[in-house]
């Protein structure tokens, strides 16, 4: 829908078989279908429930080639950093302890309910949020939280010309965002962090670097792509991109960056310093935690 007008190129070329956002179609008729006689299937979002599980594996057998796409499916997204908690965690607070819950009895949806002969099923949460290549074999990724339409119309006219990349290629430029960052001539060589501002409580200079301003901006350790969209904003980047193809884990390069411009030496200063980051994985980690090298809490990246 990002493409608006674009989209009636789209329709001219392929038809489109399942759309559930936008069209009546239903998973009997996909179920329907012959293995492979899909050509591509764009699938958004991480894989938590055993209904999403099941769906993503359908559409794979489907599906000549698939996409990752966006934040959520190529890293896990913001729903990933549900993987600092226990499922139980999550549940309690949800159905006990939210401010907004009122559950005296303390009821729980349970997976399987029967009454007068007719059954009802529930989709059950695994214990680790995973990325869509977690679960089944990704050909492409199409970074953003969104992706940009830019970069949606030059996927889909690769694809549909026959000249796309090489798989596993993710469909962005393989640059650091600060390159085409439009105040990228105002980033000094060497940054002094004494420390860390918050841009809704701080003023944020429209022409200054963020970084050099003290703004935590994910742009180096972030893949480009956007344009920019965020610091054109006004905003810091928040690594939604996800990290190039140099970078190992987004949020380890970018929090190694930070340390090593930290102006204080004494051990007592860094951490006065550092302590300014109120919410280090979700800042760092903010869109790849279930990507990451560190996936979830210590003791539990070994759960499924």
Known sequence: MDLAEGILGVVDAVDIVFWPVAMDFKRHDVEAMADGSILVSMINGAVRSTEQEEMVRMLRRKSQLVIAYGACAHLGGIPGLAN??????????????????????????????????RTATLPEMHRLVRTL??????????????????????????????????????LAPDIALCEECPRKDTKPADLSFTAFKRPHTSELDPEKCLLTQ???????ATRGG????????????????????????????????????????????????????????????????????????MGRQAEA
């Open 214 to 220: 003290g703004f935590l901006c994910m742009g180096p």
């Open 226 to 297: 956007c344009e920019a969209a965020c610091v054109q904003g006004n905003m810091p980047c928040s690594g939604c991109f996800g990290p190039t193809s140099r970078v190992k884990d987004q949020g380890a390069k970018f929090f190694s960056s930070i340390c090593s411009n930290v102006v204080a030496t004494d051990e007592k200063e860094i951490d006065a310093t550092l302590a300014t980051i109120p919410d280090p994985v979700g800042t760092f980690y903010r869109y790849g935690l279930a990507a990451s090298l560190l996936r979830a809490r």
């Open 133 to 170: 290549d977690q679960v089944i074999p990704v050909d492409y990724y199409l970074p953003g939280c969104p992706p940009t339409p830019k970069l949606l119309q030059q996927a889909l006219t690769a694809l549909l010309s026959g000249a796309a990349p090489p798989k596993g290629a993710v």
């Open 84 to 117: 600092q908690f226990d499922r139980e965690q999550i549940l309690k607070f949800v159905y006990e302890e939210s401010p907004s819950t009122q559950n005296a009895e303390k009821t729980y949806p349970t997976l399987k309910f029967q009454e007068n002969g």
